[in-house]
């Protein structure tokens, strides 16, 4: 198995509503903000992004208990949003809040 695993702290910059697949499952749809410095070529540089992210099963609920702005840690894996989207979408597994 390759290496997709993905460790990022920010804030929470959107939060959709906790739905249910037709199975069931929680599930429900965020975007994490991220601002750091980070250094490349030698040079420090200012580093801004808004990641679309999923959570499914309890890991949905505990994340429709978060407020807006709330800093967090989350680690996940990258996937597509579906099988007709490239769009990349970060799938959380664990989450911290900071």
């Known amino acids: 198995m390759e290496a997709n695993q993905l460790l990022l702290t920010g804030t929470l910059a959107q939060l959709e509503a906790l739905r249910y697949t037709p199975a069931g499952v929680p599930l429900i749809e965020c975007r994490i903000r991220h601002e750091s410095k980070q250094i490349e070529a030698n040079s420090e540089r200012m580093v801004q992004v808004e990641i679309p992210a999923i959570a499914i099963g309890e890991m949905a609920r505990k994340v429709s208990q978060l407020n807006l702005a709330q ?28």
Do not use: D, M
């Open 71 to 98: 800093p967090l840690r989350v680690t996940g894996f990258l996937a597509q949003k579906s099988q007709k989207s490239q769009q990349i979408v970060l799938h959380i597994c664990s989450l911290e809040n900071i």
